[in-house]
């Protein structure tokens, strides 16, 4: 056990009562007349191959299990906590990948999802087995870019987009605002979560967290407000982070020393307007990468339960960072 047994909690459901949708049926943008524009959606894009997962739908379901590009993943969606984390799951010296489920179980109000094979329960927020066959196993899932946007910003940036059919082989209310509506709606938790500091922040306020280069380092949503382009640092590297607070919309890359700026086309960063956004790499005039940074958004609950004194969180008042 490598949580505290008498801090797990029944959420109300059995499991697999939040069903995951493996392989999902998806379809063509064209035909995705259930969309509305302002519709939520969970944007990948691996090696090419590019889909929308809309929240509507996913909230009902909390977990996919898919191949994307090639790379197996599964993206974990806590309801609860605001995060939607997308994991590898073939990992090194295990025989298949993972497959995941929701166990019906909570901790810190997050939700503990379960591997398929042996029955591990594993921490949403970390991608670790906490209990269970595979608890010493020092498994730790690696995390893949998700992008959190509007579905009309993510078909005009991809056109040939794949979406989530309403075909799930499941009935719900798949409606724009149907689940979770009075929770996302609310300033309190549904579930115990103690919550230490919330002087700069309050529990449900947005953040958008990396973990990455031996640190970890959170930003409030909020900072967007006033800086659509934020130049920073998370541990000893340098990155640029690109967000647009309305659609819970961040993008984060190296940045190599550059001192990037807006543009008037969105899709572009200065200086002059040179650097290309794509979901793999900002992409330079003449041709040059700077590699996209993992990461995802969530609550500031969930994000200061996790890690704690062990992040860093960006500071409002010097958000004249260049």
Known sequence: MKIRLEEITWGGVKVDGIPSLDDPKLISANKADYLIDD???FGVSINGDTRAY???IMGWHEMFNETIGGVPVALAYCTLCGSGILFETDVENQSEKFVFGSSGFLYRSNKLMFDRQTNSLWNQFTGEPVSGPLVNS???LKIRPVTITTWKRWKKRHADTKVLSLKTGHRRDYSSGAVYNAY?????LM??????DETALVRKDYVYGIREFGAAKAWPLK???TKTVINDQIGTENIVLIGNPANRE??????DGIVFEPAADETLLGPNGEWQI??????????????RVSGHIAYWFAWENYLGAGSDLYDLSANTLK
Do not use: C, M
């Open 250 to 255: 961040v993008r984060a890359y190296k940045r």
């Open 54 to 56: 809309p929240l509507r």
């Open 191 to 196: 579930f115990p979560a103690i919550v230490k």
């Open 223 to 225: 900072a967007f407000e």
């Open 278 to 291: 794509t979901e793999d790499a900002l992409v330079g005039p003449n041709g040059e990468k700077l590699d």
């Open 138 to 140: 020092g498994i730790k």
């Open 184 to 188: 996302f709606s609310s300033p309190d």
């Open 39 to 41: 519709d939520l959606v």
